[in-house]
């Protein structure tokens, strides 16, 4: 059984080796970002104000602008930066204790989608933020932000290819684009979240119900996108062309 990943160890080693001013200062920031998440996810980006934050944080607003001074949209980029940090550190667990105990194509990554759920199940409000600010990014002119959100998943995307490009060349996936691929991997666990935003946002986080749902979803869309929406039988079939 694969468990939830331990993303945080590697920033509490760090933060033991701060001073206590720093730790002090980098505390303040997470609460003032964790602030910042919540407003935004319940007010919407655009409608947030730095002085909502602030209040939601307890911190004056000038102090905010101590440590964001273009204000929100230096929150926004350090809360799409440290998600990133945290998706990328989470792949990169998931493949290589995979390596180091020789687990199949089918066994690593089936332990991603579940890794990847349970991340997005202890951090639901960063999701639905982050989510809905880059689908909304993608379709925008903003350059500055649209650049910096592809430059930030481009790495972990580069890293999960790879991966998939060396199971093509042994032979255990079909060969595509592997970056391509990986793209549309992530886009169907967005799609999930998003789904599940819709359906469970009002439910209560403490109901297993919806924890039940979280392990069904880890099992049916590992086994969706190993192996499509087709039965057995119509896979076999002879597929015409329309």
Not at 13 to 34: G, I, N, P, W, Y
Not at 153 to 177: H, P, V, Y
Not at 205 to 222: I, N, R, T, V, Y
Request: glycine share 4%; charged share 25%.
């Amino acid at each position: 059984m694969w468990r939830r990943l331990p993303i945080s160890n590697h920033v509490n080693a760090v933060m033991e080796t701060l001073s206590r001013k720093e730790r002090e200062r980098l505390s303040r920031r997470r609460a003032m970002l964790d602030a910042a998440i919540e407003v935004f996810a319940e007010k919407g980006y655009e409608s947030a104000s730095i002085e909502e934050v602030a209040l939601r944080a307890e911190f004056g607003k000038g102090t905010l602008y101590l440590y964001f001074p273009k204000g929100k949209e230096a929150m926004l980029e350090a809360i799409l930066k440290d998600l990133a940090n945290e998706e990328y550190a989470l792949v990169e667990q998931v493949l290589e204790r995979a390596k180091m105990q020789n687990r199949s194509f089918q066994q690593t990554f089936r332990a991603l989608i579940q890794a990847y759920l349970n991340h997005y199940d202890h951090k639901k409000d960063h999701f639905r933020l982050v989510i809905k600010v880059l689908n909304r990014l993608m379709l925008s002119d903003e350059s500055a932000l649209k650049e910096l959100a592809l430059s930030l998943k481009a790495k972990t995307i580069s890293l999960f290819a790879s991966f998939l490009d060396a199971a093509m060349r042994k032979g255990e996936i079909r060969n595509f684009q592997p970056e391509a691929l990986t793209h549309i991997i992530f886009g169907n666990l967005h799609g999930y979240i998003m789904y599940d935003v819709v359906v469970h946002h009002t439910t209560n986080k403490g109901d297993p119900q919806l924890k039940s749902s979280l392990a069904d979803a880890q099992e049916w869309l590992s086994s969706l996108l190993l192996h499509g929406i087709c039965t057995e039988t119509t896979n076999k079939a002879t597929t015409r062309p329309l």
